[in-house]
């Protein structure tokens, strides 16, 4: 059993940078991966970021390259999501999950789900 936890969420104007984080507990994770995904009202859960725990490997999202970066402390436990030149479409609850596996951008596939984060960028 694998326990996250997000936090680091709120409002900002566009243009701005916001950073969260996701604390991860229960276990070693190894061979886990762990997923920022995001969801707005009336859409479906997008992906955002991956990172396997062990190696370092990430993913990120076609609409998000270039501007967010996810990142790992192993120390901490934590991943992080450093998020730069916010716009008002990236408005949505982030949600950070776990899954063991190598990587993965489909949300259906990761089986632990932290509770959520609200972002919300101002125009």
């Known amino acids: 059993q694998v326990e996250v936890v997000e936090s680091g969420g709120g409002l900002v104007q566009r243009g701005t940078s916001l950073r969260l984080s996701c604390v991860a507990s229960?276990?070693?994770?190894?061979?886990?991966?762990v997923g920022w995904f995001r969801q707005a009202p009336g859409k479906e859960r997008e992906f955002v970021a991956s990172?396997?725990?062990?190696?370092?490997?990430?993913s990120s999202g076609d609409s998000v390259q270039g501007r967010f970066t996810i990142s790992k402390d192993k120390a901490k436990n934590t991943v992080y999501l450093q998020m730069n030149s916010l716009k008002p479409e990236d408005t949505a609850v982030y949600y950070c999950?776990?899954?063991?596996?190598?990587?993965?951008?489909?949300?259906?596939?990761?089986?632990?789900w932290g509770q959520g984060t609200q972002v919300t960028v101002s125009s």
């Open positions: 999950a776990a899954v063991q596996s190598f990587l993965s951008n489909n949300w259906r596939a990761y089986a632990y």
């Open positions: 229960g276990r070693t994770l190894d061979s886990y991966i």
């Open positions: 990172i396997r725990w062990s190696g370092g490997v990430t």
